[in-house]
Nanobody, 121 residues
Framework: QVQLVESGGGLVQAGGSLRLSCVAS????????MGWFRQAPGKDREFVAD????????SYADSVKGRFTISRDNAKNMVYLQMNKLKPEDTGVYYC??????????????WGQGTQVTVSS
C-alpha cells in the first residue's frame, strides 16, 4: 500500500498561487493513477484533479479547470498540484490519494493526512 504525505498548504490572498506537494512511498506508486481531492468546511470531500501513472493524461473538476495543474515525477515519487488564481471558494483541506479510477479512489487505496489551504478575499 502507498503511504502519502502532503505539504505546501497555507494562507493566501484571492488571486494568489500555491503549490501543493505529495510524497509517496511504496512500490506501486509509479504504476498508479493519482489524484487530489478537497473538503471545504461543512461540505463533502470532492474530486479536484487526477493524473495517469505516466503523467500523459490529466483531468480536472470544472471548478478548477484552467487554474490548477496536476503533475508528477515518478523518479522522485512526487505528485504536485499547482494552484493559480485562487478564490475564497478554493478554501479547504486538500488530500493526495490513489490509486484513482474514474475520479474515485479505489477501495484499497490510500489517503494522505491533508494540508489546509485558506484563501482570503
Amino acid at each position: 500500500q502507498v503511504q502519502l504525505v502532503e505539504s505546501g498548504g497555507g494562507l493566501v490572498q484571492a488571486g494568489g498561487s500555491l503549490r501543493l506537494s505529495c510524497v509517496a512511498s511504496g512500490q506501486s506508486f509509479s504504476t498508479s493513477a493519482m489524484g487530489w481531492f478537497r473538503q471545504a468546511p461543512g461540505k463533502d470531500r470532492e474530486f479536484v484533479a487526477d493524473i495517469t501513472w505516466s503523467g500523459g493524461s490529466t483531468s480536472y473538476a470544472d471548478s478548477v479547470k484552467g487554474r490548477f495543474t496536476i503533475s508528477r515525477d515518478n523518479a522522485k515519487n512526487m505528485v504536485y498540484l499547482q494552484m493559480n488564481k485562487l478564490k475564497p471558494e478554493d478554501t479547504g483541506v486538500y488530500y493526495c490519494a490513489g490509486p484513482v479510477g474514474g475520479r474515485v479512489v479505489i477501495a484499497s487505496g490510500s489517503w494522505g493526512q491533508g494540508t489546509q489551504v485558506t484563501v482570503s478575499s
